[in-house]
């Protein structure tokens, strides 16, 4: 496969991104499903035994294998075009301001342009992940014995709820699942890409590594997984109830049966699985990105 990568050298970068995204989605989401399943049991309601404790850790990964490549793939297309517009609507303006910033390394900026670049990339990803999460939770909660019987499920509710209610419940979560991926991604990618441009000034390589993009996501996933935590418990619970809940009342609920320990439930299993898994997507992708680039 590399060997086949490093021949369809692509000179568009928005494919580059696409085909790169792709890989690394369904490359992370596989291999590290089964923390993600055990993770997901940790913060449900049912309690982690009642949910399926150690057994059936691969319910709902056809859900996951739908829905990895494109979500991804999605959220670096938007990342990296928009990272490229607000970079030269920064140096047009520099340009007009007389030249005194442009080009330079480093920019104070561009943390915020790659943080507003980030949150649209995730919009746009959740527009398939929250489907995909909604369906894959609900098969690794032993809700359903598959994620094919998850969403036949949601959708036979067609009769009572009527479209409307089918679409509401498929995408159930949506807004704290933002509200979650939203201060994920502007912790990690700020950070790997701080990373990445300091390991450029300190060795005088315009390339990055694929090793070295993977332990600089690892680090920068670690921190902005532990961080995020408690919205991730909000998010599960929010997919798992049996019965829509307003966000807040579900907050209240939480807090009263559980205490605030409850919001750090899996925070373990969160952080391992999101730092390795911060290695392999950004390492593969990373590696999938360069193979794919065109020559100079």
């Given amino acids: 496969m590399s060997e086949s990568l490093s021949r369809a050298k692509i000179e568009s970068p928005y494919a580059r991104s696409l085909i790169a995204g792709g890989v690394a989605g369904t490359t992370v989401d596989i291999s ?14 049912s309690g982690f035994v009642r949910s399926g404790g150690f057994s059936g850790i691969y319910k709902g990964v056809g859900s996951a294998l739908v829905g990895s490549a494109p979500g991804a793939a999605l959220f670096f297309v938007t990342y990296d075009s928009s990272k490229k517009l ?8 520099d340009q007009l301001a007389g030249g005194l910033a442009q080009g330079t390394p480093g920019s104070r900026s561009e943390p915020i342009e790659h943080m507003l670049a980030a949150t649209l990339g995730e919009v746009a990803a959740c527009s398939v992940r929250v489907p995909t999460e909604v369906v894959k939770q609900r098969a690794q909660a032993v809700q359903h014995p598959s994620s094919l019987a998850a969403l036949k499920d949601i959708l036979g509710q067609r009769a009572v709820l009527g479209i409307g209610g089918v679409w509401r419940e498929i995408y159930r979560g949506w807004s704290v699942t933002v509200m979650r991926e939203v201060p994920f991604t502007m912790i990690q ?13 300190t060795t005088g390589r315009d390339v990055i590594s694929a090793i070295e993009s993977g332990l600089f996501g690892s680090v920068a996933g670690a921190v902005a997984a532990g961080i995020t935590t ?5 998010k599960t619970r929010m997919m798992l109830a049996r019965e829509r809940q307003p966000m807040l009342s579900l907050l209240s609920q939480i807090l009263r049966d559980s205490g605030p320990r409850a919001f750090f439930a899996g925070i373990g299993p969160r952080v391992f699985w ?3 898994g911060g290695a392999i997507f950004l390492g593969s992708y990373q590696w999938a990105y360069n193979a794919l680039d065109d020559p100079k």
């Fill in 32 to 45: 590290l499903f089964p923390i993600d399943t055990l993770k997901t049991r940790l913060q449900s309601s």
């Fill in 274 to 276: 999101i730092s390795a």
């Fill in 86 to 93: 607000l970079r030269e609507a920064r140096q047009a303006n």
């Fill in 230 to 234: 408690p919205l991730d418990v909000l």
């Fill in 189 to 201: 990618f700020p950070l790997w890409e701080a990373m990445k441009e300091y390991r450029r000034r």
